[in-house]
């Protein structure tokens, strides 16, 4: 068990995350501007997402969603979660791949948890390696550089948060 941190701006997160083999499991807590948010999350072998269920709390109330493998767009060929705004989840692909490591650029389809609505949209994502510890991070006209640790965590996404040690 490990304990991931980010910060950045109008950002925090917390993350209790279990790396066993190539499988992750993770609690953690995202406060952002004007929401808290609570995660749970499990992957299968291969690091591919198996189930997230998230509660989030703003002034307008509660939200929860639980999003298993099966359900759309959960499904097929969309092997993977990404959380809106939390580090955590870019690590999933980069693990799968050890694109950490360096290699050759992949896309990847997501299931896209837009916060704190907690609707799922299918997006494309793309990952290319720049080098150890270096990978560009491309969705729609975004992109980042973000840089990863050894154990294949975002240390830091620029615009977004970096680690807290």
Same mark, same amino acid.
């Given at each position: 068990?490990?304990?991931?941190?980010?910060?950045?701006?109008?950002?925090?997160?917390?993350?209790?995350?279990?790396?066993?083999?190539?499988? !992750?499991?993770? @609690?953690?807590?995202?406060? =952002?501007? #004007?929401?808290?948010?609570?995660? %749970? &999350?499990?992957?299968?072998?291969?690091?591919?997402?198996?189930?997230?269920?998230?509660?989030?709390?703003?002034?307008?109330?509660?939200?929860?969603?639980?999003?298993?493998?099966?359900?759309?767009?959960?499904?097929?060929?969309?092997?993977?979660?990404?959380?809106?705004?939390?580090?955590?989840?870019?690590?999933?692909?980069? !693990?799968?791949? @050890?694109?950490?490591?360096? =290699?050759? #650029?992949?896309?990847?389809?997501? %299931? &896209?948890?837009?916060?704190?609505?907690?609707?799922?949209?299918?997006?494309?994502?793309?990952?290319?390696?720049?080098?150890?510890?270096?990978?560009?991070?491309?969705?729609?006209?975004?992109?980042?550089?973000?840089?990863?640790?050894?154990?294949?965590?975002?240390?830091?996404?620029?615009?977004?948060?970096?680690?807290?040690?």
């Amino acid at each position: 068990m490990r304990a991931c941190a980010w910060q950045g701006p109008g950002l925090f997160e917390l993350a209790f995350v279990d790396l066993d083999g190539d499988r !992750l499991s993770a @609690r953690g807590t995202q406060l =952002g501007a #004007a929401y808290r948010l609570t995660y %749970a &999350f499990q992957t299968s072998t291969g690091f591919v997402s198996e189930r997230l269920q998230v509660e989030v709390e703003t002034p307008r109330g509660v939200r929860t969603l639980d999003l298993q493998r099966g359900t759309k767009p959960l499904k097929d060929e969309v092997l993977d979660v990404d959380l809106q705004a939390s580090p955590l989840f870019n690590s999933l692909p980069v !693990l799968r791949d @050890r694109l950490y490591e360096g =290699g050759e #650029a992949c896309e990847y389809r997501m %299931a &896209f948890v837009n916060v704190p609505e907690l609707t799922v949209e299918r997006t494309e994502q793309r990952y290319v390696p720049l080098g150890r510890g270096l990978v560009r991070f491309r969705s729609g006209t975004f992109s980042a550089d973000l840089e990863f640790d050894r154990d294949g965590f975002v240390v830091r996404y620029p615009g977004l948060a970096e680690a807290v040690h």
